[in-house]
């Protein structure tokens, strides 16, 4: 599922920077089999629960796949709404500098979706909390792409509709992150049986960007 | 848990069309009561699956337990984050009409949020199903509210800031929506033991929406 899911992150971002529409319709059928994987992993843990009654870390271990897999299959969902927003945008004027900044996050997000499925497989505690302190990067970059496409439909409101699609798209890479975040907790759970003590505040600071900064003064030209 | 998430959206709504900063606040500190809930309902169907080795309906109840109420959790995430965008649209000039949209997308998220959870508690598949039905609505509301506000942002850009949270907002309803759809297929796998057989698309059609209709064909202009 993690190898999938990374496949599914990873081509969703190459047919949105390249705006190629056949590659965004495989994200989106192959996203079904994720789904199905996820059902089949959590039917498998349940059996085994049920049938071997585990205790302490085996126990651990079911419920981490179980979590984990359904942060997997929340990330190809991601993907695949990313690969619709790729339809709907086809062959429209394209500012092109304004996807380098998803680009860069997506790569990010990538590294720690990497990072932290290597941990998995390899049980590093530390590796796993690296990934969970590195959010926050993810979370500012996504608070300064909000801010510059923000900048860029009021410069042109023939900008305002590719530019909320791409909006939404670093919206769903930035929550992208946070699912590996979420593993690296699940990590932390397996391996220790409890949950990483100081919580993180998770999601981006943007959801509290009050626009005075990039509020044109009189009506247009951004800042 | 139905019963807090219930009120988190309903508070989330409220606060949102008063601008009501206070009542947000609250629903943030709430959320994490959801939270705590959501993990001790796993925890607790797990040590009940290890300890009776349940089979057949007994084994389906816990599983969509855990799975109930990790939409719920979900739930609560989405009107937390609601609210946070309250506190960063606070003190703007507000078109009043352009919340009446959100308002009256969010009065049916709820009803199919009671419903779902009246159907659980019933165990009555036919509302379940029902409330599944009934998600096209609330696709095809936000379908509206997107394109209405891409409208506002066009016709003045010093609407953009504040509709793009009020986009923000209305997708996080869109998928409460979802997530009582979700809630209504596990209702059908803990009566049947099988998923709904015809699988729906989820989410909104506006991912797909090109923006051909609300081009300003000059630069300005509205559609």
């Known amino acids: 599922m993690g190898g999938l899911a990374e496949h599914l992150v990873m081509d969703s971002v190459t047919a949105l920077t390249r705006i190629d529409t056949q590659r965004a319709r495989a994200v989106i059928e192959a996203d079904q089999r ?111 792409i909000f801010r510059e496409l923000l900048t860029y439909m009021m410069e042109d409101p023939r900008n305002i509709t590719f530019c909320t699609h791409l909006l939404f798209c670093a919206k769903n890479i930035e929550r992208i992150g946070d699912h590996a975040t979420n593993i690296a907790e699940n990590i932390h759970y397996l391996i220790t049986g409890e949950q990483p003590v100081e919580a993180r505040a998770k999601g981006d600071s943007s959801s509290y960007l009050s626009a005075d900064w990039a509020e044109p003064e009189n009506g247009r030209g951004g800042h």
């Open 34 to 144: 994720l789904d199905a994987m996820q059902r089949s992993v959590e039917n498998h843990a349940v059996d085994l629960i049920a049938a071997h009654r585990p205790q302490g870390k085996p126990l651990r271990e079911l419920v981490a796949a179980m979590r984990i897999s359904s942060d997997l299959e929340r990330v190809g969902d991601l993907a695949k709404n990313n690969a619709k927003r790729v339809l709907a945008i086809e062959g429209r004027a394209y500012p092109p500098r304004v996807a380098l900044g998803v680009e860069h996050m997506s790569d990010i997000a990538l590294e720690q979706m990497k990072s932290v499925l290597d941990a998995f497989t390899s049980q590093d505690l530390s590796a796993a909390l690296d990934v969970r302190s590195r959010d926050d990067e993810i979370d500012a970059i996504y608070t300064s």
